[in-house]
């Protein structure tokens, strides 16, 4: 077993839970944080490798106390976190001699000029600057943003970009535009492979895929296996950006009409760099990718 000690804050969700089970399956130890008052727990591995710390997220003082003799802190919050969540975790980490954090990234580009002015990742990119500010300052503070783009499992079990289930989609524009696909495992597997490739990871963005898909080409793999008939709406990816931002100037916007779409858009708009393929770094992390017949039992689980 490794000496290395790996927090993961926000453990229980989609992200955390396969990178919690990547790191002890690779002899890492890991303490969940969880929040003071939380039953969030109940759906983490059993392992003598894994421990469990109730935090206050707003104390720096309770989190450095939990971070110390951990060498890296992985932060698994969802998207809609508020703008500035992770600084205090940010701090402690600093203040606990923390070498490496890795920021609730995973997703898309949030180096692409396009992505960066879209609300919904507003908190990242605070995040972000706020990472390279400590960084300069604290050398021995280092980052990692690890860029999977959209997760294929997780989305075509919830039925986002195509639905397999219901054999139905909203395709963006013609549906051809190319977007980088991982799935949660080989997520967490690149986690691990950069906790054991520091120097070449350190300060930076890492940008890995399992495939390279359309939204076409994911239907004609589904119409290939059962012969069925999709249900095809199409959008202009313009006029799903406008009634997103309309949606976002109401009094209370609904997520479904705002969020949901600007991330879409972020996978599948012109421009937004949702295609990894020319600056991956699969090689580096020992990440074959699918090959074709990998990719249609992939979608055959979902239909």
């Given at each position: 077993m490794s000496s290395v000690?790996?927090?993961?804050?926000?453990?229980?969700?989609?992200v955390g839970i396969p990178v919690i089970k990547e790191l002890l399956a690779a002899g890492f130890l890991v303490t969940v944080l969880r929040r003071i008052g939380s039953d969030s727990s109940s759906n983490l591995p059993e392992s003598s490798g894994l421990s469990i710390r109730e935090v206050d997220y707003e104390s720096i003082a309770s989190?450095?106390?939990?971070?110390?003799?951990?060498?890296?802190?992985?932060a698994?919050?969802?998207?809609?976190?508020?703008?500035?969540?992770q600084d205090v975790l940010i701090d402690?980490?600093?203040a606990a001699g923390v070498t490496r954090f890795f920021p609730a990234e995973f997703g898309t580009d949030t180096q692409n000029e396009k992505c960066i002015?879209?609300?919904?990742?507003?908190?990242?990119?605070?995040?972000?600057?706020?990472?390279?500010e400590k960084a300069a300052t604290n050398p021995s503070f280092t980052y990692t943003a690890v860029c999977p783009g959209f997760f294929i499992d997780w989305g075509l079990e919830g039925g986002f970009l195509v639905?397999?289930?219901?054999?139905?989609?909203?395709?963006?524009?013609?549906?051809?535009?190319?977007f980088s696909v991982t799935t949660l495992?080989?997520?967490?597997?690149?986690?691990v492979g950069i906790i054991n490739r520091l120097e070449e990871t350190k300060n930076r963005h890492v940008y890995i895929q399992d495939a390279l898909v359309s939204q076409i080409k994911l239907i004609a793999i589904a119409k290939k296996l059962d012969g069925r008939d999709w249900d095809i709406t199409p959008i202009k990816s313009s006029s799903a950006e406008f009634d997103a931002y309309a949606e976002l100037k109401k009094e209370n916007p609904d997520a479904q009409k705002s969020l949901f779409p600007l991330l879409n858009l972020s996978i599948l708009?012109?421009?937004?760099?949702?295609?990894?393929?020319?600056?991956?770094?699969?090689k580096l992390l020992g990440i074959e990718g699918f090959s074709d017949n990998e990719l249609e039992h992939l979608v055959r689980k979902y239909l």
């Open positions: 000690k790996v927090a993961v804050a926000g453990g229980s969700g989609a989190l450095t106390g939990a971070l110390q003799g951990h060498t890296v802190v992985v698994c919050f969802g998207v809609s976190a508020p703008i500035g969540s402690a980490s600093i002015r879209l609300p919904v990742f507003a908190n990242k990119i605070h995040t972000l600057n706020y990472l390279k639905n397999p289930k219901a054999h139905s989609a909203t395709v963006y524009d013609d549906g051809e535009r190319l495992k080989t997520t967490a597997k690149a986690v708009g012109e421009g937004y760099g949702g295609d990894f393929s020319a600056h991956l770094d699969n």
